[in-house]
């Protein structure tokens, strides 16, 4: 998501009250957790094959919005903008929370990694700890970029370290390699007047991590990806590229996919610290590269254009089937070399109205062997599944939406941010409800239920 600076502005100041009384301290919140519920919400529609198990609504201190997840085990780690959550999905039916972590800094965005937790922090805080009182985005000396956290006691997480970042951290990509994780961190200039985002800010911060010593954790390189200034001539609804929004690694292939705001590129990662880009593309239609993800096979990756930056209403008959979409590629790899080839568009035809925001925006693959299907959240237009077998002509298999009002008088509603399946069932982290837990009963995509992941960050995409 990338919201206007005086959105932005509001949350700071919701997430700066939620913090009162906490400065210095790592807060685990002492709550009685709110029930799970067994049925859909009231004004819900969804295609047949799909069902809607449980949801759990957002506990006290997280009333600010809901982002991204990671998976570890028995758990799912939801991001928050006022810090994250620890579900505890044993029984997908009955997820239970085991525990809060208040920890304001704005995005949320997660990644995990054994017994850690990389946290990214995109609004300028007073220091690098929870707590930290939100700080004048002009103060040369303000936080942003990754906090780390311990979570090897999954009630009781603790504060290890931070590492601040040029332009903070929008959102951070896992890359492991054995006694070492590589954070990729992405992140753009918002503005000229922020002191430690200045554009052109055209690179990426790569923060390596020591397994055994990870409060030493610092910044190893900071690559510029696009040395000739990016994509810098698009105007109005078009983003120019300063920077990347979001990275997906393929390390089977040492491959990565950037969604770089004006740039879609793929990355030789073959060297952690000195990703090289290796083939780009552009497309008139897409307002903001967004996200990526890569077939099983390696032999093709879907793109996301967030058009309007996920607070316009673009699933409208006006804006079409071609902008706010999914971009769908061949990928053909040779000797170093790559190679990308359009396919098609797919957006999601159930047009929402003019009071909806609605855009492509996080999903994953359904791990079905041989096959492409794609679960994906459209933030109010919901959960959708997708069938790019045929890279061509991608088609809409199942939905869930939990919300199908349309009307003006809606003032909250709900807004699907990340939407990845684990182990058998899709979680839905919606901004406002808070975690949803949807199981498909489509026969195509049975086989998934036999895929097991110990561990799954959506961003660092494993071959099943």
């Known amino acids: 998501m990338s919201p206007s600076p005086e959105r932005s502005a509001r949350r700071l100041r919701r997430i700066a009250a939620a913090a009162v009384g906490a400065a210095g301290l ?19 529609i969804s295609s047949d094959n799909i069902e809607h198990l449980a949801n759990v609504p957002k506990p006290e201190g997280f009333e600010d919005t809901n982002s991204d997840l990671a998976f570890t085990g028995d758990y799912a780690i939801g991001g928050n903008y006022n810090g994250f959550v620890i579900y505890d999905i ?5 997820p239970q929370i085991t525990s809060t972590v208040l920890c304001p800094g704005g995005q949320g965005d997660v990644s995990v990694s054994g017994d850690l937790l990389y946290f990214s922090v995109d609004y300028p805080r007073a220091g690098e700890e929870c707590g930290a009182a939100e700080s004048d985005p ?51 200039a918002p503005s000229d007047r922020y002191p430690n985002c200045q554009p052109p800010h ?54 990565a996919a950037g969604a770089c705001m004006g740039d879609g590129i793929i990355m030789d990662i073959s060297d952690p ?37 996920g607070g316009a209403a673009t699933c409208t008959p006006e804006i079409g089937p071609e902008r706010g979409a999914n971009a769908v590629y061949g990928l053909k790899t040779k000797k170093g070399k790559a190679q990308l080839d ?14 909806q925001n609605c855009v492509a925006h996080n999903g994953s693959l359904i791990p079905v062997k041989g096959k492409n299907y794609f679960v994906q959240s459209w933030y109010q237009g919901g959960v959708s599944i997708i069938d790019f077998n045929d890279l061509s002509k991608p ?24 939407t990845y399946y684990y182990n058998g069932y899709i979680y839905n982290s919606d901004i406002d409800r808070g975690l949803d837990v949807l199981k498909v009963t489509d026969k195509r995509l049975k086989g998934a239920e036999k895929v097991r992941f110990d561990e799954f960050n959506p961003q660092n995409q494993p071959r099943y």
Request: net charge negative; charged share 25%; hydrophobic share 35%.
């Open 26 to 44: 790592l807060l685990s919140l002492a709550f009685a957790p709110p029930a799970a519920a067994d049925t859909p919400p009231a004004d819900s």
């Open 90 to 94: 044993s029984d997908p039916a009955d």
């Open 138 to 188: 002009e103060d040369p000396n303000a936080f942003e970029g990754i906090r780390i956290f311990d979570i090897s006691d999954k009630t009781a997480p603790q504060y290890v370290s931070a590492v601040r970042t040029d332009c903070g951290s929008h959102t951070n990509t896992l890359l492991q390699g054995g006694e070492t994780d590589y954070i990729y961190v992405s992140s753009y």
């Open 202 to 255: 055209d690179k990426v911060a790569i923060i390596e991590v020591p397994l055994d010593d990870p409060a030493s954790a610092e910044i190893a390189a900071e690559p510029v990806l696009f040395p000739d200034g990016g994509n810098h001539d698009q105007d109005g609804l078009l983003r120019p590229t300063e920077g990347c929004h979001d990275i997906t690694m393929f390390p089977e292939r040492d491959l």
């Open 273 to 309: 610290l000195a990703p090289e880009v290796v083939e780009r593309v552009r497309d008139e239609n897409f307002a903001f590269w967004h996200s990526a993800t890569f077939t099983n096979n390696g032999k093709g990756v879907l793109f996301t254009d967030e058009l309007g930056g």
């Open 342 to 355: 359009f396919k098609s568009y797919f957006k999601i035809d159930r047009h929402q109205g003019t009071e």
């Open 395 to 418: 088609k809409e298999i199942a939905y869930f939406d939990a919300d199908d009002r349309v009307d003006e008088s809606i003032e909250t509603n709900t807004n699907t941010w990340s």
